[in-house]
């Protein structure tokens, strides 16, 4: 990546952090004692709206979100962590903030899997039946996260840099033509726009909007790291009991069927306190 695109990149990402952090200030103006905010990964907006909205119903509980990526959203809570309840799209950015002693060990869960796609415009004339076919496609750029602070980028990435040949990775050539987003959805919305675009993002996201795109080739789920979405509860939460409920909620026959139908596979619900 050229040096003023890099700098781009990072201005971009700095900018978006700052904003989050805007966003936490209002929610801790305006929390009260029965509500419960949540840090998401972006992946999950339309499974965890549903399902908070089910919740609420039997709950006197209000559920506020913070969706972005997971990158971002660890950054965010490391700076001030004001949220209750952190779900990241893989182990990493939750590793990060029980090194920084943020979250409740014990609380630990790992609650859904995913699988990464290849997608493009529904009227693209694009075709992948081979992880090599990429470097012959006439497209104008690679739709991706960030893999510094995106998992669906990072787990991208690393599939690329594994598909290639011995003396020349797939990555460097996707990185060359590589259009940045902070999340995964924010990709849809590039590869929606454009029909000259390919973008990697998880098979949910594709299935939210399936009539707008084009499935090119799924990634066997044995060629990245397990696509794992962790969540626990804040050790700073005002609100620990009702978090708690949340959390335990997540976990239920209900919620569930909700995240099944958005696409989502159950994970192993054990406690995972590493």
Not at 35 to 48: F, H, K, N, P
Not at 212 to 224: A, G, N
Request: charged share 20%; aromatic share 10%.
């Amino acid at each position: 990546m050229h040096f003023s695109k890099r700098i781009k990149v990072i201005l971009t990402l700095l900018l978006i952090a700052l904003t989050g952090l805007n966003c936490c200030d209002s929610y801790k103006d305006k929390k009260t004692e029965n509500e419960i905010i949540v840090y998401a990964a972006a992946s999950l907006a339309d499974a965890l709206h549903t399902i908070s909205g089910v919740y609420q119903n039997s709950s006197d509980s209000k559920i506020v979100f913070n969706f972005s990526g997971s990158g971002t959203l660890a950054q965010q809570l490391v700076a001030s962590p004001k949220a209750d309840i952190f779900i990241s799209a893989n182990t990493f950015w939750m590793d990060k903030l029980d090194e920084h002693d943020l979250i409740t060990p014990q609380s630990r869960i790992q609650i859904l899997k995913n699988k990464l796609v290849i997608i493009a415009h529904k009227d693209s004339s694009f075709r992948i039946e081979h992880a090599s076919d990429l470097a012959q496609t006439n497209n104008e750029f690679f739709a991706l996260g960030h893999p510094d602070f995106v998992p669906a980028g990072s787990y991208a990435k690393q599939w690329l840099e594994a598909a290639g040949s011995p003396h020349s990775s797939l990555w460097q050539f996707v990185s060359s033509k590589a259009s940045y987003a902070t999340d995964a959805r924010s990709v849809l919305h590039q590869v929606i726009a454009n029909r000259r675009l390919i973008g990697f993002v998880y098979k949910t996201d594709y299935m939210s909007r399936a009539t707008d795109l084009q499935l090119l080739y799924e990634i066997e789920s044995q060629k990245t790291s397990p696509i794992i979405y962790s969540a626990a509860r804040l050790n700073r939460s005002q609100n620990l009991e009702e978090a708690k409920k949340f959390l335990d909620f997540l976990r239920s026959p209900s919620a569930r069927s909700v995240f099944e139908e958005h696409g989502f596979m159950i994970a192993n619900p054990t406690n995972q306190s590493s």
